[in-house]
């Protein structure tokens, strides 16, 4: 916080003497031709001739930017999506590994990132703070599976105070999801002026708050520059430090920081009008005249002279006007030759098109050599393309078309018709030696109800008195009568035998086992916010002997039994509580044998909420888990987990339309004997006739848990943490046994 603070008050030193509020004013109608310099339209004609190539071509676009043009070829939106790969949120952690804040970052060599000092502004703040990539929304509005990487300090680090950045070594291998980083490519930084003159529109791309990715177009005007920083007007958020600056044709121009605050009395204002308080107020509470950015030939500049033969900064300082456009890759054609630097680094695939006629190059700075490599590809009908050539050129040249091939591998599957038997008599269901087989301690049942709750439960149609349990592929559950919604649902899942399956629609299903008046189907999801929650989660069950046994298992989870509301804000961004199982598996256990039980559920309090068009069925605002595994010694133990949105939902309401961090949704550890306290549930283990509880062997009833307190689950929502539970930061804070 206060490195942050210093960097404002130091945008305010800067500008003093400057109207910056007139200047916003008075620009907001001015082309670049009328607010540039004749020096400055010297140097943007210059740099459009050296980028572009062609004098014809750069003539053109000189004229369309300088005259304040607002019609640009439609592959500008291509390009921009392009550029916004290699931009990553910043998971800032404390030494104990919390997630205390967030900021944006990126790419700009092969495993080099930048952001700002005051946020990552020492070696030690990086060692557990961490770069995030796709965390952001795809073209059809899904949450994607975001990739996290971490920092590698040792390997580089470099960090300005006065100019406010940092760079950072970044590993190539993801830590969490799968991902190579070499697939996002890099955004160079040119050191030559005439990137953007003043009243050209900027563009930015960034993590605003913690949230998913998102882009500020056209309403930033550059209004003025100094040696060092560049004034805009733009529509940025607390946590877009760190955030790219682009140009009209998408090179970056700056690393925004801060910005100038509007003041009253000598007091900085926020926007709800009152004056800015640094012990209750965020970045994102300030009203500001104009936002600034370090310029990128300043950060090339104090590159240079600080580290000039660093091995990783090398595509840096041989990035040019030419070699660093930003171009979509070409498919219509067969060889193509690269010219690369002979220090072997990966080229900057996102970044370059390749021509028959073109060469691309990028000067190793360090030997002055270069190497020509020539590549084949194949070109399928569909116009995909393969490298044919192989050996070492080959390569080392791929990554150039990896974003072809990657699309390619991407293309959804052909349709499989999932056989589905309506008979249900082939439902093996939830098993309780399916850790160990052949060992009985090792079982873990499903969760035994009280004779009061068992009362509440919907009975089988044409099974035996008193028979609730509905068994599907992998799974079992017990429905709620008058909630209509499912007690828990009991998941077997087992990481060896899965499958990468393209994700069919989700046909859901009314069980005809149960009354349909006892189950929520679609009619409930129409005209609101709510998704169709999965409780054991289709990515769970993608497992089986065969790829078809694989589909057949995941499809039966699209019951509606096994379904509850979630507001789709809640369901999109709550990747902590869907990371759970997955950091046990990577974490505790070996991946060619983990197997693990899932039982999951809804906490129903009398209190829940309803939605006025169906005042009579209240939907639930908290969610459990519990997670019973094998550690690699033979020994079982099982955790539990609640995803609490109350906070949120109070704050926001049930149709609030924001996006909101994920984080916002509180996640906490607690001891299994508190999921039965809340539940009326038991959850128990062991021979049959010699049962125990999980509650036995869960580590965090050995550890003890700090006093009540509140948690912030946004800036203004806050949410009580009862006695016992653990809130969780990161999947690292959670209490697991000793795994060995």
């Known amino acids: 916080m206060q490195l942050w603070l210093?960097?404002?008050?130091?945008?305010?030193?800067?500008?003093?003497?400057?109207?910056?509020?007139?200047?916003?004013?008075?620009?907001?109608?001015?082309?670049?031709?009328?607010?540039?310099?004749?020096?400055?339209?010297?140097?943007?004609?210059?740099?459009?001739?050296?980028?572009?190539?062609?004098?014809?071509?750069?003539?053109?676009?000189?004229?369309?930017?300088?005259?304040?043009?607002?019609?640009?070829?439609?592959?500008?939106?291509?390009?921009?999506?392009?550029?916004?790969?290699?931009?990553?949120?910043?998971?800032?952690?404390?030494?104990a590994g919390r997630l205390v804040a967030y900021g944006t970052g990126f790419?700009?060599?092969?495993?080099?990132?930048?952001?700002?000092?005051?946020?990552?502004?020492?070696?030690?703040?990086?060692?557990?703070?961490?770069?995030?990539?796709?965390?952001?929304?795809?073209?059809?509005?899904?949450?994607?599976?975001?990739?996290?990487?971490?920092?590698?300090?040792?390997?580089?680090?470099?960090?300005?105070?006065?100019?406010?950045?940092?760079?950072?070594?970044?590993?190539?291998?993801?830590?969490?999801?799968?991902?190579?980083?070499?697939?996002?490519?890099?955004?160079?930084?040119?050191?030559?002026?005439?990137k953007a003159s003043d009243g050209e529109w900027l563009t930015i791309i960034q993590h605003p708050n913690g949230d998913r990715k998102q882009v500020c177009v056209r309403e930033n005007k550059l209004l003025k520059r100094t040696d060092d920083v560049l004034w805009y007007s733009t529509d940025t958020l607390g946590g877009s430090s760190g955030s790219p600056v682009f140009s009209n044709d998408w090179y970056v121009v700056a690393l925004h920081h801060s910005g100038v605050p509007d003041e009253r009395d000598g007091r900085t204002q926020t926007i709800s009008g009152r004056d800015y308080d640094p012990a209750k107020d965020g970045e994102q509470d300030i009203k500001w005249i104009a936002n600034e950015g370090i310029r990128v030939s300043r950060i090339v500049e104090t590159l240079h002279a600080a580290l000039p033969?660093?091995?990783?900064?090398?595509?840096?300082?041989?990035?040019?006007?030419?070699?660093?456009?930003?171009?979509?890759?070409?498919?219509?054609?067969?060889?193509?030759?690269?010219?690369?630097?002979?220090?072997?680094?990966?080229?900057?695939?996102?970044?370059?098109q390749q021509t028959p006629t073109r060469k691309t190059t990028m000067n190793d700075m360090q030997s002055g050599g270069r190497r020509t490599l020539t590549v084949t590809l194949g070109i399928e009908s569909d116009g995909s393309v393969s490298v044919l050539r192989s050996g070492p050129a080959a390569r080392e040249s791929q990554s150039v078309f990896e974003e072809a091939a990657r699309a390619k591998a991407k293309k959804p599957a052909p349709a499989i018709d999932v056989p589905f038997n309506a008979k249900y008599d082939d439902r093996k269901g939830f098993e309780a030696g399916f850790l160990a087989p052949g060992k009985p301690e090792m079982s873990v049942h499903l969760p035994l109800l009280g004779k009061a709750l068992a009362?509440?439960?919907?009975?089988?149609?044409?099974?035996?008195?008193?028979?609730?349990?509905?068994?599907?592929?992998?799974?079992?559950?017990?429905?709620?009568?008058?909630?209509?919604?499912?007690?828990?649902?009991?998941?077997?899942?087992d990481f060896s035998g899965r499958f990468e399956l393209a994700r069919p629609a989700d046909v859901w299903r009314q069980d005809p086992r149960i009354p349909a008046s006892a189950q929520l189907t679609n009619f409930y999801y129409e005209n609101n916010q709510f998704d169709r929650g999965h409780l054991t989660r289709r990515e769970d069950m993608e497992y089986g002997a065969t790829r078809?046994?694989?589909?057949?298992?995941?499809?039966?989870?699209?019951?509606?039994?096994?379904?509850?509301?979630?507001?789709?804000?809640?369901?999109?961004?709550?990747?902590?509580?869907?990371?759970?199982?997955?950091?046990?598996?990577?974490?505790?256990?070996?991946?060619?044998?983990?197997?693990?039980?899932?039982?999951?559920?809804?906490?129903?309090?009398e209190s829940d909420p309803v939605w006025d068009k169906y005042p009579k069925i209240q939907y639930p605002v908290r969610f459990w888990k519990v997670v019973a595994a094998i550690t690699a010694s033979g020994k079982l133990f099982a955790t539990a987990y609640i995803l609490d949105q109350s906070g949120v939902i109070e704050e926001f309401g049930i149709e609030a339309a924001r996006e909101i961090p994920f984080d916002a949704y509180k996640t906490f550890q607690v001891q299994i004997n508190e999921v039965?306290?809340?539940?009326?549930?038991?959850?128990?283990?062991?021979?049959?006739?010699?049962?125990?509880?999980?509650?036995?062997?869960?580590?965090l009833a050995k550890k003890p848990v700090r006093k009540p307190t509140r948690v912030r689950a946004q800036e203004s929502a806050l949410v009580d943490v009862p006695d016992g539970w653990l809130p969780l930061d990161s999947l690292e804070s959670m209490v697991l046994p000793d795994l060995e």
Not at 319 to 333: F, H, Q
Not at 474 to 484: D, N, Q
Not at 572 to 601: C, M, S
């Open 6 to 95: 210093e960097q404002i008050e130091k945008a305010r030193e800067r500008s003093e003497g400057i109207d910056l509020r007139s200047l916003a004013d008075y620009a907001r109608d001015k082309t670049p031709r009328e607010l540039s310099t004749p020096k400055q339209l010297d140097d943007r004609r210059s740099f459009l001739r050296e980028s572009l190539g062609d004098d014809e071509k750069s003539a053109v676009a000189y004229e369309r930017i300088i005259s304040g043009s607002e019609i640009q070829d439609v592959n500008y939106l291509a390009r921009g999506a392009r550029a916004a790969k290699a931009v990553s949120r910043i998971l800032i952690r404390d030494t």
């Open 107 to 194: 790419l700009i060599a092969p495993n080099v990132l930048i952001t700002n000092n005051h946020v990552l502004p020492s070696i030690e703040s990086c060692r557990r703070s961490e770069a995030q990539f796709e965390f952001e929304l795809d073209i059809d509005g899904a949450a994607l599976n975001p990739t996290t990487y971490s920092l590698q300090a040792q390997e580089l680090f470099f960090t300005s105070k006065d100019l406010d950045f940092t760079v950072v070594a970044v590993t190539s291998s993801s830590t969490v999801g799968d991902g190579q980083l070499e697939h996002y490519g890099f955004l160079p930084l040119v050191g030559a002026t005439g």
């Open 309 to 352: 033969a660093h091995p990783l900064l090398q595509p840096v300082f041989g990035a040019t006007p030419e070699n660093s456009r930003l171009m979509l890759p070409s498919v219509d054609l067969l060889q193509s030759t690269a010219t690369h630097a002979a220090g072997s680094l990966p080229l900057p695939g996102p970044l370059i």
């Open 455 to 493: 009362k509440e439960t919907v009975e089988l149609v044409d099974g035996p008195p008193g028979e609730n349990v509905l068994n599907y592929h992998g799974y079992s559950l017990v429905m709620h009568k008058a909630r209509r919604l499912a007690l828990y649902s009991a998941a077997n899942v």
């Open 548 to 605: 078809l046994a694989a589909l057949t298992t995941a499809a039966d989870t699209c019951h509606w039994s096994n379904c509850t509301p979630q507001h789709s804000k809640f369901n999109q961004n709550k990747e902590l509580w869907q990371g759970i199982e997955r950091h046990i598996f990577e974490d505790a256990i070996k991946l060619d044998k983990f197997r693990a039980q899932v039982i999951t559920g809804p906490i129903l309090e």
């Open 676 to 699: 039965e306290r809340l539940t009326g549930l038991s959850f128990t283990g062991g021979p049959v006739r010699r049962v125990f509880s999980l509650s036995t062997v869960d580590p």
